[in-house]
């Protein structure tokens, strides 16, 4: 942030402040991440903030700091209007256009209160007085952290504040191994251990709380990994009745994409997933180097993200999404 949006962010905390952050659609680690760790700093100042996430979260998030206080807004409508309604500030963390937001983007839209945005995707729009916008940062939460540091405010980061922020730093980061992991990342880690974050712990609660029938679920997604060799390409497909009948829950496929990346010779992946309540497939996609699935996204699926990690979807069915994005591919094959 400059100097100019550090004293506009001073001055619009200067005073108690009703305060709703709101995070993504279908929001991930980093988005609770980020989301409940500013609650908890700007409800320790005196202020009235309150998370409200357009939909339910994975469950194996369901143990960070606050979580219980979230507002759903798909589940308790009228509340989250109020709450938006009667709000003075709003944070929009983890994205930066509104309609990522889903149902609630008309709500955010007719809202009175000033907005300041944190994220790390490409092209923000503009509707903040404040924009915090750096596609370099390994994630929300670790911008957050800057954030936090550039009010002067650090040293109030605490136990459950760093919790929070770590889990978005190592979702987002692929527990630490993407590119976007630099040495800074390491020391804002550092600092977030220091304040009590239980690094150990939060790895075993994020990713060794599987459910049998997840397990089950990954199986089938390796049983229908396709390979295209000329197009250094591999895409998993999981259809809707697949996902019925290993009792799929919010969050159970996270990082199955990244199986198809890990193939040798590989250097684009995508999963598909069919949801029929929504009537779309969504998409993962991920790439290593630079081929840009946030471009490829944007051009074809009303998608977008990261050089390396982005989401779309598909209006059409799983088989044509399919047959569709195999036809796509040789506009690429010189990128690939």
Not at 13 to 26: A, E, F, Q, R, W
Not at 39 to 62: D, I, M, R, W
Not at 88 to 99: A, Q, Y
Request: aromatic share 8%; charged share 20%.
């Amino acid at each position: 942030m400059n100097s100019n949006d550090i004293k506009t962010v001073k001055s619009l905390l200067n005073t108690s402040k009703s305060i709703v952050i709101v995070p993504h659609k279908n929001p991930d680690g980093d988005a609770m991440g980020s989301t409940l760790a500013l609650c908890k700093y700007l409800n320790s100042q005196g202020h009235n903030a309150t998370v409200v996430a357009p939909n339910e979260y994975p469950h194996f998030l369901k143990w960070l700091p606050g979580h219980e206080d979230v507002i759903i807004y798909n589940a308790t409508t009228k509340a989250a209007i109020e709450k938006i309604e009667r709000a003075d500030l709003i944070f929009t963390l983890d994205f930066n256009h509104l309609s990522r937001t889903g149902d609630m983007e008309q709500a955010l839209t007719k809202a009175s209160a000033d907005f300041i945005m944190i994220d790390h995707h490409q092209q923000p729009a503009d509707y903040a007085v404040v924009t915090y916008s750096d596609t370099s940062m390994s994630s929300t939460c670790e911008m957050v952290y800057h954030f936090l540091d550039a009010l002067g405010v650090a040293d109030h980061i605490d136990a459950d504040i760093a919790s929070c922020l770590y889990t978005g730093i190592m979702t987002d980061t692929g527990s630490f191994r993407f590119p976007s992991t630099t040495a800074v990342t390491h020391k804002v880690i550092a600092e977030l251990i220091t304040a009590g974050a239980d690094n150990a712990g939060i790895h075993r609660n994020i990713y060794d709380t599987n459910s049998y029938t997840k397990l089950q679920l990954l199986g089938v997604a390796l049983q229908n990994l396709q390979i295209l060799p000329e197009y250094k390409t591999a895409y998993i497909t999981l259809s809707q009745k697949e996902l019925d009948d290993h009792k799929f829950q919010k969050g159970d496929t996270e990082g199955f994409v990244n199986y198809g990346l890990s193939l040798e010779g590989i250097i684009f992946a995508v999963i598909f997933i069919e949801n029929k309540s929504e009537g779309i497939i969504k998409m993962s996609l991920r790439s290593v180097g630079d081929f840009s699935v946030n471009e490829f996204a944007r051009a074809h699926y009303e998608g977008g993200g990261h050089t390396n990690a982005a989401g779309g979807k598909s209006d059409l069915s799983l088989e044509d999404t399919v047959t569709q994005f195999i036809s796509i591919l040789p506009r690429y094959k010189d990128k690939l």
